[in-house]
């Protein structure tokens, strides 16, 4: 059962330097998911991370910032809860753990190693212009692909849903 | 520069099977901290971990759990954020540097590596009957001794404030 | 200055159920980088993991696993050192950077996290039967491609040799 | 079952700023698990790491140090397996971990940490003029006192067999 106070947590990954059409997308994820009462955990820097806690602040989201470093000032201004890892990169294993689903937006290789972790977890993961790749057996990947921010975050929150019980409920305020 | 948004946070430590007299001091510094609008970060599980974020929410305060494990349903039910760290009492260490200061009641062995964690990395400790320790060399130790959970409170936010111009602004709203 | 009892170290990643071919490469790589004095370090579990250190013993080379749990009987019996990072898969991380470079044969998601890992932290990766990937901008990998074991081999040992001067002895005894 | 190749693995922790007198012991211990053909296993950096791995190869010794950082010439020239766990100070928690049980010799607070979490995952704790300390309610400490370097070794490594058929061959060759 989740409490009535804690809302749906969502990851949302990418790099530091986005793309520009990117960093939109950022915005309007950001924006949707607080819409929905879906509170924001990612890696708290610039870039991706900072577009989407602009966007979920627009709205009055709640966000989370997992650093990491040890300094609470590294977080982007628009992070409401800076936690300090401290434990360098292996914090990308933290993020996506820390969401009930993962919206993955361009990125570089810290966010396909986040997207290789999610998916070894089987936590889903929604990709928006972001890594494609296929094993060395020629299977294929488990990302669920999305066409914009809006279906990104609806395809996000419902792999989060069936997920069961503890997925949270996404109109709790935070 | 804290950005208005961001509470003041202070780390709550101690251990899952408390007495009776520190579950009370638990549940007062949450009352305590929420009163003054600083954010608990603690590691989300039961005994004094529940006591401070049972505490907090009847003041309406924020609540921050970094669970050793990967289900957010392993957070007490008085935890608005589930961080789901994954890296087992590895985590004890993120508890800490989360805080801008640390409030130790009582509390075991885990307890007493947070205490070492913090002061290692110069982070200020207050403890309420917590840990008593001297070095191998004879010299004391740096925790500041609370009487009552008030006390806790004020000495914590005082350390966490003279720790600079990132320590957060304990008015700020969550 | 590396010390002359210090030998080059070599990260080997790969998955826990690797096809029969990838098995026997694995094995070759083990036997490949003892023939060089190089050392093993992986994840110490079964699969490809077992696979190089099997092969790196039979040319009595030294093998280290960086295993995810806390009980070193978890490693796989050609491990020489267990290191009990007790964290999970957060581990991953570790052993690409305990390598002077990575070679991935085959692999699954965590597989996908480690090479993720490492080429954001630019450690060369050279890749035998393993993932390919291109990022959401079009951009290639930076994965090296071998061709067979022997060839992963001096790929990786000229890769880990190019870093500069703490880049081992392969020629010193473990 | 332990492999025949795998040698009984003990933990020396301590300070970077040790007394000479700490600074001896640390020699001597490594010495004298060597001699017992125990592998050494520590944080890698200086002071009593370096004094417990000089002495250990002294006596031929195998001598792992997980280091907080990436770079593997953090590690003192003792070294002979450097881990780069890259993850700071929270590689603490796995240095105690990859022992069998654990030698604290003085030490400042960060041996008080792991003096903690070896505690808290109940691995055997020997001291040489380390930490003091009790609880909150009064209860003693459970680190088993050791009067010099021999004593500390033997109990050690009859705390590390008392643990079970998992504790490795004192005397298997690394």
Same mark, same amino acid.
Request: hydrophobic letters at 40%; charged letters at 30%; a negative charge.
């Given at each position: 059962m989740n409490p009535p106070h804690r809302p749906l947590t969502i990851a949302v990954i990418g790099g530091r330097y986005p793309s520009p059409?990117? +960093? #939109?997308? !950022?915005?309007?994820?950001? #924006?949707?998911? $607080?819409? #929905?009462?879906? *509170?924001?955990?990612c890696g708290g820097l610039i870039g991706i991370m900072e577009g989407v806690c602009k966007g $979920?602040?627009?709205?009055n989201g709640l966000t989370i910032g997992? +650093? =990491?470093?040890? /300094?609470?000032?590294d977080a982007n201004a628009y992070v409401d809860v800076p936690i300090c890892a401290g434990i360098g990169y292996a914090r990308n294993i933290m993020v996506v753990k820390s969401g009930r689903a993962v919206i993955a937006i361009e990125g570089s290789y810290?966010?396909?190693?986040?997207?290789?972790?999610?998916?070894?977890?089987?936590?889903?993961?929604v990709g928006l212009g972001t890594w494609t790749f296929s094993a060395g057996d020629g299977s294929g990947d488990d990302v669920i692909r999305a066409t914009d921010?809006? /279906?990104?975050?609806e395809k996000a929150? *419902?792999? *989060?849903? !069936? #997920?069961? =019980? /503890? !997925?949270? /409920?996404?109109?709790?305020? =935070?």
């Open positions: 059409k990117a +960093l #939109r997308h !950022s915005e309007q994820v950001g #924006r949707e998911l $607080a819409k #929905r009462g879906a *509170a924001v955990v $979920a602040k627009e709205e997992i +650093l =990491p470093g040890s /300094d609470p000032d810290g966010t396909m190693s986040e997207i290789g972790h999610a998916l070894a977890e089987k936590i889903p993961v921010a809006v /279906d990104a975050v929150i *419902a792999a *989060a849903k !069936s #997920r069961g =019980p /503890d !997925s949270g /409920d996404p109109r709790a305020a =935070p």
